[in-house]
Each structure stands twice: as C-alpha cells, then as structure tokens.
C-alpha cells in the first residue's frame, strides 16, 4: 500500500522533535559534568547548567531577530520584482495561498547553479531566495515543486526549528571548548585538591572525553533533524501542489547539474533544497552531509504514488552526485 504524505509528515516530525530534545539532553549533561568537576558541588554542577541553557537563549535571539538578513547577505541574494522574473513571483503566489501563509520576499541569487532556500523566523517574516539557474533551467511545474518544497518549510516553521536546534548544536561547542580551555590552562588542579582519588580522576577522564565527542554527536545529531525535515518538506511539497513528478523531476535535474553554487558553504548548505556541496567538490564530505540522498527523497515521492523505486540504471545515473 503506497504511504500517504499525512504518514511521512507526522513520521518526520516526531523524528525531528525526538533528536531535538537529544541535543538538548546532551547539552544539559555536559553542563552538569563540568560543573560538578569544577565546582565539585552539585549546587555548582546546577549553575553551569543553567549557565548553558541562558547562552543558548542568549544566542538564539540574536539568531532569531538577525539571522536571516546574515544568510541573505553572504548569500548575495537581492530582492526581484515583477520586471525580473515574473513566473517565479506568480508561482510564490499561487502557492503561497495554497499553504495558506503570507507571501514571503523573494529574492535572487545570481548564479548559474540550480537551487533555492528560505530562511526567517515565522510565515510573517519569511524569505525565499531562488538562484537565476533554477528559473533557467526549471520547467514551471519543477519550478512549482521547488518554491512548494521552500513554502513548506516555513509552513511547518522548519526555519524556526533549524534555528533552535543550531543554536543548541552551538551552545554545546561553545561550552566544550570553554571546558577544554579551562583544563588546558589549570590541567584540572582545581578537582585535584579537593580530592576524591580514583573517583574524581575518572570523572576528569570522562568530562574530558564528553567535551570532545558531544561536539561532534550534537553536530551528526543537527545533520538528521535537517535531513528529517527535507523529507517532510517534500512530502508537504506534494500536499501543496498535488504533483510529485515536478518535484521529482526537479530534484534529479539538480542532481545532475555539475556547475558548483560559489555562495554556498558549510554554514549556509543546510538551508538550501538540495546539498549545495555536490559530491565531487573538494570541499565535500559525506559524513557531514545536510540533507538525504537524492536517490530516497525520489524514492519516496515515488511511494505517494504507489510507483515501485527508480530502476538500477536509473538509481546508478544518480548515484554519487548529490
């Protein structure tokens, strides 16, 4: 029986929600490690605690007022109007009443790579931002299933729920590195002469060895919650424009597109429709990728429709290039 896009949808976000609050657990285990060591009280393993959480609230206002107008400006993106590309603004439109949202700005990216992204903090502050390679090389019904895919993402407050969980993902490095430079600096003496022998030297071992991976799994854990809510977004992308052959017409398309986008980076990769850093760039990594294969968000689609997975030499044409 082919899976409904309501079951993808409510599937991706309790996945979502579930490794937020993993990072979040993780960040409020590393505070108390380090504040227990430090201080050697659990009143001073609470404060570090609470220090954690208000410099994550501390970060993400500044990320929520801010952020987007940082993302638009590294990303070169300048407002279009009507004389620029008159079918992108007419299917922002359209599409923007479907979802039942207040049509965001929309912006262009001069750039030959085919792609698009939308950030801001709610529906009513929103924008999206579309490469001039995308409207060349999209056919309207692809290009329908794109900006759908982007509008869903500030549908669903996606763009909020990026934010939160990066800031968290943040507040973990930041408050490692602090804990890592500290031990550097006092080589933990502090723990040392207030004693406990074996059992302190072993919770040193273990804030140490904490400080140094949670970094790292609050990083792959931020990797999933993206790739979770890109196949939400596709399933919603479908919800919207009731056609999930110009979605995945378009995402192959892009797949297969070799022009590099120059604007994008690590920072930025996560908020664009496809992984701006293709496979065959140097810069590529395909542990820290943000987003899942373009082989399965096919796949997928092709579920909603009852269609069996792309062939081999279909999946092989594929393979390798996003």
Do not use: C
Not at 37 to 52: E, H, I, K, M, Y
Not at 79 to 107: C, G, T, W
Not at 232 to 260: C, F, H, M, W
């Amino acid at each position: 029986m082919a899976t409904t896009f309501y079951h993808q949808i409510a599937a991706n976000r309790r996945n979502s929600v579930l490794l937020a609050g993993l990072v979040a657990l993780l960040l409020a285990a590393l505070g108390f490690v380090i504040g227990y060591l430090v201080s050697g009280r659990p009143g001073g393993a609470v404060a570090v605690t609470l220090f954690a959480v208000v410099l994550a609230v501390v970060m993400s206002v500044g990320a929520y007022f801010g952020g987007d107008r940082l993302v638009l400006a590294a990303s070169g993106a300048k407002p279009v109007d009507e004389r620029a590309a008159p079918q992108l603004l007419n299917v922002v439109r359209e599409l923007s009443i479907a979802a039942n949202i207040p049509m965001p700005k929309v912006y262009l990216i001069d750039d030959t790579a085919p792609n698009a992204f939308a950030t801001g903090r709610d529906p009513a502050h929103a924008s999206i931002a579309v490469t001039r390679g995308l409207l060349e090389k999209l056919d309207r019904e692809e290009l329908q299933g794109v900006i759908a895919h982007e509008l869903s993402h500030i549908r669903n407050f996606d763009i909020r729920f990026a934010l939160l969980v990066g800031v968290l993902v943040g507040s973990v490095a930041l408050l490692a590195d602090l804990f890592l430079r500290w031990t550097w600096w006092t080589g933990g003496r502090r723990s040392d002469r207030r004693g406990g022998g074996g059992g302190a030297a072993l919770l040193f071992v273990i804030a140490v060895i904490l400080a140094i991976v949670a970094p790292l799994a609050a990083r792959l854990v931020q990797l999933a919650v993206s790739r979770q809510r890109e196949y939400l977004a596709d399933a919603s992308s479908v919800e919207l424009t009731r056609n999930p052959y110009g979605l995945q017409r378009a995402l192959a398309k892009i797949a297969l597109d070799r022009e590099p986008l120059e604007v994008a980076n690590r920072a930025t990769q996560h908020l664009y429709f496809a992984n701006p850093i293709k496979k065959w760039e140097e810069r590529s990594s395909s542990l820290w990728s943000t987003h899942p294969p373009i082989i399965d968000r096919i796949n997928r689609l092709r579920q909603l429709t009852g269609e069996p997975p792309l062939r081999p030499e279909e999946a092989r044409v594929l393979a390798g290039l996003d």
